[in-house]
């Protein structure tokens, strides 16, 4: 009888240690939305969010501290970790979380609305 078991937990260790990589490797995943042709002009910012509820309870909009007011954005990313997924799976959704970053668009000078050229809309 001991023997059986240890052949058992040498087949569990072996299929853990050869599965294990997979799952460590994989889970994380990233979004990334960037603006047409718009420079950045600020270091990247990050923020950590928290969806409740299958996204029924949704965190606070971000206002960007480190944007002028009335300047876009350059490019977002939504990313996560093999931790946070782990979180959302065993809470079945529940919680969810994920990381915000941005960067904030070059506002134009005056110099570079002149120097450019108008562009022809096609009718």
């Given at each position: 009888?001991?023997?059986?078991?240890?052949?058992?937990?040498?087949?569990?260790?072996s299929?853990?240690?050869?599965?294990?990589?997979?799952?460590l490797?994989?889970?994380?995943?990233?979004?990334?939305?960037?603006?047409?042709?718009?420079?950045p002009?600020?270091?990247?910012?990050?923020?950590?969010?928290?969806?409740?509820?299958?996204?029924?309870?949704?965190?606070?909009?971000?206002?960007?501290?480190?944007?002028?007011?009335?300047?876009?954005?350059?490019d977002?990313?939504?990313?996560?970790?093999?931790?946070?997924?782990?979180?959302?799976?065993?809470?079945?959704?529940?919680?969810?979380?994920?990381?915000?970053?941005?960067?904030?668009?070059?506002?134009?000078?005056?110099?570079?609305?002149?120097?450019?050229?108008?562009?022809?809309?096609?009718?």
């Amino acid at each position: 009888m001991p023997r059986a078991s240890g052949a058992f937990f040498r087949a569990v260790t072996s299929f853990c240690l050869v599965v294990s990589p997979v799952f460590l490797n994989s889970g994380c995943y990233a979004y990334h939305i960037t603006a047409n042709r718009v420079p950045p002009s600020t270091e990247a910012r990050s923020q950590t969010q928290v969806a409740y509820a299958w996204g029924l309870a949704q965190p606070n909009d971000i206002i960007p501290p480190n944007c002028p007011k009335n300047v876009p954005l350059a490019d977002v990313t939504a990313h996560t970790n093999l931790g946070y997924v782990l979180v959302a799976t065993v809470t079945l959704g529940i919680v969810v979380i994920h990381e915000l970053e941005w960067r904030c668009a070059k506002i134009p000078s005056v110099v570079d609305m002149v120097l450019a050229p108008h562009s022809k809309q096609e009718g």
